[in-house]
């Protein structure tokens, strides 16, 4: 959708809920941060990163001399674990629970801020056993249990740095993103509960380095958590729980540069290929446990916090892990799905551990709305005090559902606006401070400055629309694209001089505040997951059958957006192919397989032609209008201006999977 598309199209809510006056006297010191960081933006990061404990203290906040290669607090050194463990223990807080786990059988765990160290103490000595240096890096293929939270900090305590690949990734995918970053190690389990049952995650792996596909990994650690059976590579494969009790106690933190990778998380672009997103230690931790403290009102003596992402995300990197952790929280992590073993086991799992702030995505929101709110009125959700949302901008109606079912009408609610680029929250209400506004993000946190610009990059006024940017750097800002400069460069830094450009839509309301309208690229976002259409294309393309495809995110009232694929077949090659159906089937799967069962197109149509410029450009606009149902825009652009109507003919006749 172009940017001016989506603006007609936006709903003109005008409600608007005052600040609530119990957030008060937390609202007075937040509402000071405006005002420090618009007085002095450096010393204000400065101020927040010197929350953190520095083994040798920085002296400058940004060095911007190779921009846009941004340096924060870069002579400073930091080691990341230590400031979300071993602080806590010395400052005596040792027995404040840090995790609650709760498995989907209903399995409890408890970790206090000691008995994490401990963990990670020895999983740091068990890494460095298996040969793990600093800048090494380490794949993380793990369902939300403690160790995955235990291992992403065990391998920053050595200074090494992971990439979590989330558990629904297919085989091809843990390939491909471990050769792009040469991984020496994976850490995986046998297992997780999903759904009701044992869910194998080892077989992927397994798939993923056959043969010699991927030379670099050394070894494999394995978690038992279900006890399912598991094929053994004798030599490489070790169990989690020999290798912890082989390992010493004591481990000693190290101090590494601030400037010191911490993680690299892959996303999609809007090419086949997905774009190791780097991020380094202290400018990181800064913004996440600032946004974390002030966004979410943090009181870590007495909130039991919850955020529902898994760590595949960046969501679970920031406000899973190293936000909640470095400010010496008190969180629950749940394991399985949100409908196992019945459809209340969210709420039953906040009135059980008394959640104080829940984090979580509008799909979720969306398909409790669908059930019912008999179902979260069963349970008492008074603990609850504030509300956050992310992943895609929030519907009105889902935001008031939110409220006053979820949230009994007094929790404020957080819309944030991030990207695994921005490393942290930028946009977003303050509680207690920001008069909220259902469906709209609002007001750049103090410290960012995020714009809405035209064409040229000049910022929009009032009541008007454009392309949402960041003008000036930040500390949780990507530092580049592992392995590839110039393409981080081109893809964020060359359409608007000297701005971050986001790939978002955006309008300013005639009070100034900030509404997200969707990408302006080709990327998807399904349930709050980023899908690229380009990937999806040559996973589809990469079937024997298909000679082209076309992918486009339809809206969808669950999703968000769906994928709704176009393909032509190759006549030679489709002897074999069965009835339309089947051959949706067969061709769904196939994208599951390359990619993950997040990819899997909701439609597969069989088209003869697609809609394409006289340059070639597929023209994504007119197939989003087949596939949501409208009529077909302005089609003077098309080469061949009869195909919309052939498809159009197609789609009547409902070929649909
Ligand atoms: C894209 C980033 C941030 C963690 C989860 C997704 C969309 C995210 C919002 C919001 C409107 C949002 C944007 C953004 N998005 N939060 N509150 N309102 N849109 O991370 O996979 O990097 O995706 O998600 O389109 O660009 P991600």
Redo the contacts with the bound molecule.
């Keep these: 959708m172009s940017a001016s598309d989506a603006i007609e199209n936006l709903a003109h809510d005008s409600r608007s809920f005052e600040p609530n006056p119990e957030f008060a006297k937390t609202a007075v010191a937040t509402s000071e941060l405006y005002d420090q960081a618009s007085n002095d933006r450096m010393a204000f990061w400065k101020a927040q990163a010197e929350k953190l404990h520095w083994h040798k203290p920085f002296t400058e906040a940004l060095d911007w001399t190779y921009a846009p290669f941004a340096r924060w607090f870069a002579d400073g050194k930091l080691n990341v674990a230590y400031n979300c463990l071993d602080r806590h223990v010395e400052a005596g807080i040792g027995s404040r629970v840090a995790l609650y786990f709760e498995g989907e059988p209903g399995d409890e765990q408890v970790y206090t801020y000691s008995t994490l160290l401990a963990a990670v103490k020895k999983a740091a000595n068990a890494l460095t056993a298996l040969g793990v240096r600093q800048g090494d890096r380490v794949a993380i293929y793990l369902p939300m249990i403690p160790e995955a939270v235990i291992s992403m900090l065990a391998v920053a305590r050595i200074g090494a740095i992971h990439s979590v690949i989330f558990g629904g990734f297919s085989a091809d995918s843990i390939a491909s993103r471990i050769q792009d970053a040469h991984a020496k190690l994976v850490i995986t389990s046998d297992g997780g509960y999903r759904k009701g049952k044992a869910s194998p995650l080892k077989p992927a792996v397994d798939e993923a380095l056959r043969g010699n596909n991927c030379p670099t990994v050394e070894h494999v650690l394995v978690v038992e958590r279900t006890g399912g059976d598991v094929d053994w590579s004798e030599g490489r494969d070790i169990w989690w729980k020999d290798a912890m009790h082989a390992a010493h106690e004591e481990h000693v933190a190290e101090a590494f540069d601030a400037e010191n990778p911490l993680f690299i998380l892959y996303?999609s672009g809007t090419t086949g290929k997905p774009k190791g997103i780097l991020h380094t230690s202290g400018g990181y931790l800064t913004q996440a446990t600032y946004t974390h403290r002030n966004v979410f009102d943090l009181k870590p003596e007495t909130d039991i916090y919850w955020c529902t992402a898994d760590i595949g995300?960046?969501?679970g990197h920031s406000y899973v892990t190293y936000g909640p952790l470095a400010n010496g929280a008190t969180q629950v992590i749940y394991e399985g799905t949100p409908d196992s073993p019945h459809p209340g086991r969210w709420w039953e799992i906040i009135q059980k551990y008394g959640v104080t702030q829940l984090y979580t995505a509008p799909t979720a929101i969306r398909s409790f709305m669908k059930l019912g709110r008999a179902i979260p009125d069963a349970f008492d959700l008074r603990s609850l005090r504030l509300l956050g949302?992310?992943?895609?901008?929030?519907n009105p109606e889902a935001w008031m559902w939110y409220r006053e079912v979820i949230g009994g009408n007094r929790c404020p609610i957080v819309?944030?606006?991030?990207?695994?680029?921005t490393g942290a929250i930028m946009i977003s209400p303050l509680p207690g401070v920001t008069h909220t506004k259902p469906g709209s993000?609002q007001v750049a946190l103090p410290g960012i400055n995020a714009q809405v610009v035209d064409d040229e990059g000049n910022p929009v006024g009032n009541d008007h629309g454009g392309y949402l940017t960041v003008a000036e750097p930040w500390p949780s800002m990507l530092r580049g694209i592992w392995g590839d400069d110039e393409r981080y460069v081109d893809t964020y830094w060359s359409r608007f001089d000297g701005q971050y450009f986001?790939?978002?839509g955006a309008k300013r309301d005639e009070d100034g505040d900030i509404w997200?309208l969707?990408?302006v690229d080709d990327v998807m976002?399904v349930s709050?997951?980023?899908l690229s259409t380009t990937e999806i294309e040559s996973a589809l393309v990469s079937h024997h059958w298909v000679a082209e495809a076309a992918v486009v995110g339809a809206k969808d009232e669950l999703t968000g957006q769906a994928v709704v694929a176009f393909v032509i077949l190759r006549q030679d090659e489709i002897a074999d192919a069965p009835n339309e159906a089947d051959l949706a089937k067969v061709l769904r799967d196939h994208v599951a397989k390359q990619i993950g069962p997040i990819a899997k197109p909701r439609q597969i149509l069989v088209v003869s032609e697609l809609p394409k410029t006289r340059s070639g450009k597929i023209m994504r606009r007119l197939l989003r209008d087949v596939a949501e149902d409208r009529p077909i825009g302005d089609v003077t652009t098309l080469a061949d201006s009869g195909v919309m109507g052939a498809i159009g003919n197609k789609i009547a006749g409902g070929a649909t999977d």
């Design positions: 996303t995300w960046i969501t949302s992310v992943g895609e901008s929030i819309d944030t606006w991030w990207q695994t680029e993000a986001a790939g978002d997200l969707g990408r976002n709050g997951h980023r």
